[in-house]
């Protein structure tokens, strides 16, 4: 019996990890950008911890699956990196530096409504204001793009906590982590919202890669591999010092060695695995927990302020992640059902 529970409960102690994981990328990265790592030799360092991380298990896991591999399939495969990952965590990792780990964990809930919007312009999903679903997918892309201006654009009173000590300067580091003056924010937040557009594009673009080349754990290898041969050619053009490549044993290390084997290698197994037992929606359901996580431990750890519009920022965001979703999940049920019906009525025939 207990072990049949404990099988029922995998899936969401799967996503709680997840989410922890997810909330100590945007702590570790900001804390390691704020410590002055270039944010491009970050990306180069987290795309080559990842490439050794997932080849391995690429290969030996992988070995089965038959996917030949042609000269333009590879190219595809470098385009879709270049306009995906590699845009996008370049962006990230700069916007970052300019805003908190808060706000990026943040404006992560956008993902799924600026996906929606994408896949509409470029034909690829329709919109049905006739039904509910469709009325719900509209509204929440317009919630979620309005609560990620109420997070960046306004601030209002802080937040007390009686934990928090009012004399930041006993606390060295965390001045330096969120000390961003209004244009700087602005600036960081835009770029935040292009890293998030560039993901949303790379996640459209997986369907039919994936369709062509189904050795998924080998795709994603290829792509962290490519990905950080162009972000260390972006990063040489950038950044000409050949002492901000140096990388020690301190908190620059650490984070690349967590975003690049961790986030990239277990986080990418456990979520597949977790949307093979359960779907697809049930996964994205998790994704305001990182926000909750991130704002609690960067309150905590880095004495970062909370204010009542982020908060009602984040409301929004959450509420029009959750629109989206009921409507994706809804459109599925109907999509099915017709499906379904019209199976039945060949089978009659």
């Known amino acids: 019996m207990k072990s049949l529970v404990m099988e029922s409960h995998k899936a969401y102690i799967a996503m709680l990890f997840i989410q922890f994981v997810y909330a100590g990328m945007a702590?570790?990265?900001?804390?390691?950008?704020?410590?002055?790592?270039?944010?491009?030799?970050?990306?180069?360092?987290?795309?080559?911890?990842?490439?050794?991380?997932?080849?391995?298990?690429?290969?030996?896991?992988?070995?089965?699956?038959?996917?030949?591999?042609?000269?333009?399939?590879?190219?595809k495969i470098f385009l879709v990196s270049l306009s995906g990952i590699t845009l996008s965590l370049n962006l990230y990792y700069v916007a970052i530096n300019y805003t908190s780990a808060t706000f990026a964990a943040a404006t992560t809930t956008l993902i799924p409504a600026i996906t929606f919007v994408m896949a509409v312009l470029l034909r690829m999903e329709s919109i049905s204001v006739k039904r509910l679903y469709g009325v719900a997918k509209v509204l929440g892309s317009v919630t979620s793009l309005s609560g990620a201006l109420v997070f960046a654009l306004v601030k209002g009173p802080s937040i007390k906590f009686n934990w928090v000590p009012s004399n930041q300067g006993q606390i060295p580091d965390s001045s330096s982590l969120s000390s961003s003056t209004g244009g700087e924010w602005l600036k960081g937040s835009l770029i935040m919202l292009s890293a998030n557009t560039a993901w949303s594009l790379w996640?459209?673009?997986?369907?039919?890669?994936i369709?062509?080349?189904?050795?998924?754990?080998?795709?994603?290898?290829?792509?962290?591999?490519?990905?950080?041969?162009?972000?260390?050619?972006?990063?040489?053009?950038?950044?000409?010092?050949?002492?901000?490549?140096?990388?020690?044993?301190?908190?620059?290390?650490?984070?690349?060695?967590?975003?690049?084997?961790?986030?990239?290698?277990?986080?990418?197994?456990?979520?597949v695995w977790a949307i093979e037992k359960k779907g697809p929606?049930?996964?994205?359901?998790?994704?305001?927990?990182?926000?909750?996580i991130t704002a609690i431990f960067s309150a905590l750890i880095w004495k970062e302020a909370i204010y009542w519009a982020s908060i009602g920022g984040g409301v929004l965001l959450i509420?029009?992640?959750?629109?989206?979703?009921?409507?994706?999940?809804?459109?599925?049920?109907?999509?099915?059902?017709?499906?379904q019906k019209q199976e039945n009525k060949q089978e009659v025939v």
């Open 27 to 75: 702590l570790f990265s900001k804390a390691a950008i704020s410590k002055g790592m270039n944010p491009f030799v970050f990306v180069v360092y987290r795309q080559a911890f990842a490439s050794f991380a997932l080849a391995p298990f690429a290969f030996f896991l992988e070995s089965s699956i038959e996917a030949p591999l042609s000269y333009t399939l590879l190219c």
């Open 203 to 209: 996640l459209i673009l997986q369907g039919p890669i």
């Open 211 to 271: 369709k062509q080349y189904p050795a998924k754990l080998r795709l994603t290898t290829l792509q962290c591999f490519f990905s950080c041969l162009m972000s260390a050619c972006w990063a040489i053009a950038f950044e000409r010092n050949p002492s901000a490549w140096k990388i020690g044993w301190d908190i620059h290390l650490l984070s690349v060695v967590y975003c690049g084997v961790v986030v990239t290698g277990i986080t990418y197994w456990l979520q």
């Open 281 to 292: 929606v049930f996964t994205a359901m998790f994704t305001p927990l990182s926000l909750i």
């Open 319 to 339: 509420a029009g992640l959750y629109s989206v979703l009921w409507g994706k999940m809804k459109e599925e049920q109907k999509s099915k059902e017709s499906d």
